[in-house]
Antibody, heavy 123, light 108 residues
């Protein structure tokens, strides 16, 4: 059974930092693109970042470029999101997500989702 | 960036009736479109991919159609467990794999 378990969320002051983790099991982690998707309270879904299987390609939504860094450790079956210079608008539940199917070597839809971890940015 | 627009924002339907949800892309995404269902406090669940293929374990009352810029999710006979928020997502152009803003399906 595929499992994605996020951790690391919490309350942080504006300008602060936080590191999210996602522990994966039940599938060959090193074979999949991995993504972070967030959802602000009462709002819709927003893709945040994704990373290729070997970490050689990383992409970010414009609003987090230069502040967030996605990374992975295939030996530990883990995905990370280092979040710096946090803003109130980064407050959201952050989901770790992945999917089996690719088009042209790029990710597509998300078969698998974690339960999410809440990040609250407030003074 | 491709913008996905869902309509209506809220849809009120009685149990047992049919629900039709729409999703429009700002440019063609071919058939590279997925639908998700999200219930309060839960992660999204994949319903449909490739615009019309049901994901594993999804009941036959859920169907998807469309291509290019216009897409529809139809739930043929609403069950109590179907009342939720539904999102479409295009994956024709990465990054980003943009989501629609969602349609809330509520009990009439």
């Amino acid at each position: 059974e595929v499992q994605l378990v996020e951790s690391g969320g919490g309350l942080v002051q504006p300008g602060g930092s936080l590191r999210l983790s996602c522990a994966a099991s039940g599938f060959t982690f090193s074979s999949y693109w991995m993504s972070w998707v967030r959802q602000a309270p009462g709002k819709g879904l927003e893709w945040v970042a994704n990373i290729k299987q070997d970490g050689s390609e990383k992409y970010y939504v414009d609003s987090v470029k230069g502040r967030f860094t996605i990374s992975r450790d295939n030996a530990k079956n883990s995905l990370y999101l280092q979040m710096n210079s946090l803003r109130a608008e980064d407050t959201a539940v952050y989901y770790c997500a992945s999917g089996e199917f690719e088009i042209g070597g790029y990710p597509t839809y998300f078969d698998y989702w974690g339960q999410g971890t809440l990040v609250t940015v407030s003074s | 960036e491709i913008v996905m627009t869902q309509s209506p924002a809220t849809l009120s339907v009685s149990p047992g009736e049919r629900a039709t949800l729409s999703c429009r892309a700002s440019q063609s995404v071919s058939s590279n479109l997925a639908w998700y269902q999200q219930k309060p406090g839960q992660a999204p669940r994949l319903l449909i991919y490739g615009a019309s293929t049901r994901a594993t374990g999804i009941p036959a009352r859920f169907s998807g159609s469309g291509s290019g810029t216009e897409f529809t999710l139809t739930i043929s006979s609403l069950q109590s467990e179907d009342f939720a928020v539904y999102y479409c997502q295009q994956y024709n152009n990465w990054p980003p794999g943009t989501f629609g803003q969602g349609t809330r399906l509520e009990i009439k």
